[in-house]
């Protein structure tokens, strides 16, 4: 299976495609597909990179991933066993050119908008009945949902998942190279990376490593590090009460606690020890 593009499986004139992901882990490889992703999250936890940001994801969260916007799901397994997730995927001609255009759905041009850096919204009861039934509706039921569904998202509180997005599609090498990049930097963040290291993991010289992360995320490697190690920081005080700051800054790969909390700070607004409080 190629890593980039990546091509969502459906008959030839099928125009709205729902599916179940019922997993340890969802799907871990960066990915990219022209069909605009709607998510539910029914089980799972984990982090979910999103162009040039790392979010995190919780059940009854919805995800909305916008066409051809580059991603990669790492699931939490040890947080939640299951990973289950209900998915419509369409795109803005799914229903001809002209059908998202029409007056009648002028409404919801800005989900379309906002869609192209990603979102994230908490899902209601309503919202939540609506993914519910698809499982068991026809398929001119689902395109009667995806309507409702977008109607509902539009006028919902939404939190973008990017500020940054790549405009030009990955090639497969392109593509395997940058997740190699991000597994690397998600599997190793604790550790000490140098710049040495995640070069030689993009089989590139530094200078030219550092310009091209730099176009393509439209931040440094090691500021993308410190917001892996920020998130994970955030887990450790959300679950493991126990463990004092200070051990969280380690875990994390922070040499020192002083600049593990100025950099939380200027990630979270709050210092580690008032974002534990506000989470107890």
């Given at each position: 299976?190629k890593v980039?593009?990546?091509?969502?499986?459906?008959?030839?004139?099928?125009?709205?495609?729902?599916?179940?992901?019922?997993?340890?882990?969802?799907?871990?490889?960066?990915?990219?597909?022209?069909?605009?992703?709607?998510?539910?999250?029914?089980?799972?936890?984990?982090?979910?990179?999103?162009?040039?940001?790392?979010?995190?994801?919780?059940?009854?969260?919805?995800?909305?991933?916008?066409?051809?916007?580059?991603?990669?799901?790492?699931?939490?397994?040890?947080?939640?066993?299951?990973?289950?997730?209900?998915?419509?995927?369409?795109?803005?001609?799914?229903?001809?050119?002209?059908?998202?255009?029409?007056?009648?759905?002028?409404?919801?041009?800005?989900?379309?908008?906002?869609?192209?850096?990603?979102?994230?919204?908490?899902?209601?009861?309503k919202k939540?009945?609506?993914?519910?039934?698809?499982?068991?509706?026809?398929?001119?039921?689902?395109?009667?949902?995806?309507?409702?569904?977008?109607?509902?998202?539009?006028?919902?509180?939404?939190?973008?998942?990017?500020?940054?997005?790549?405009?030009?599609?990955?090639?497969?090498?392109?593509?395997?190279r940058m997740?190699?990049?991000?597994?690397?930097?998600?599997?190793?963040?604790?550790?000490?990376?140098?710049?040495?290291?995640?070069?030689?993991?993009?089989?590139?010289?530094?200078?030219?490593?550092?310009?091209?992360?730099?176009?393509?995320?439209?931040?440094?490697?090691?500021?993308?590090?410190?917001?892996?190690?920020?998130?994970?920081?955030?887990?450790?005080?959300?679950?493991?009460?126990?463990?004092?700051?200070?051990?969280?800054?380690?875990?994390?790969?922070?040499?020192?606690?002083?600049?593990?909390?100025?950099?939380?700070?200027?990630?979270?607004?709050?210092?580690?020890?008032?974002?534990?409080?506000?989470?107890?």
């Amino acid at each position: 299976m190629k890593v980039l593009p990546f091509k969502i499986p459906k008959p030839e004139k099928e125009a709205l495609v729902y599916q179940e992901d019922h997993e340890i882990v969802f799907y871990d490889k960066l990915h990219q597909h022209e069909e605009i992703q709607i998510s539910y999250i029914m089980e799972g936890s984990g982090s979910l990179i999103v162009g040039d940001s790392i979010n995190e994801y919780q059940p009854h969260d919805i995800l909305i991933i916008g066409e051809n916007i580059p991603h990669v799901f790492r699931s939490d397994a040890e947080a939640h066993p299951n990973s289950i997730m209900y998915t419509l995927f369409f795109t803005k001609k799914s229903f001809g050119k002209e059908f998202f255009n029409l007056t009648d759905l002028s409404g919801i041009q800005k989900f379309f908008d906002e869609s192209e850096y990603g979102m994230k919204i908490k899902a209601d009861d309503k919202k939540f009945h609506l993914f519910n039934n698809l499982k068991r509706q026809s398929k001119i039921e689902r395109v009667a949902t995806l309507l409702l569904l977008l109607n509902e998202l539009t006028h919902a509180e939404r939190q973008p998942l990017s500020s940054f997005v790549y405009q030009k599609k990955y090639t497969e090498d392109e593509g395997k190279r940058m997740n190699d990049v991000f597994q690397y930097a998600m599997d190793n963040f604790h550790d000490n990376i140098s710049l040495e290291d995640i070069a030689e993991i993009a089989f590139m010289s530094k200078n030219a490593f550092c310009r091209y992360f730099k176009k393509r995320t439209n931040k440094t490697f090691f500021q993308f590090l410190i917001e892996i190690r920020i998130e994970h920081a955030c887990k450790l005080l959300y679950k493991d009460q126990d463990l004092s700051v200070s051990a969280i800054s380690e875990l994390c790969g922070f040499q020192n606690i002083a600049n593990f909390n100025r950099k939380f700070k200027e990630l979270k607004g709050f210092t580690p020890t008032q974002y534990r409080q506000q989470t107890d």
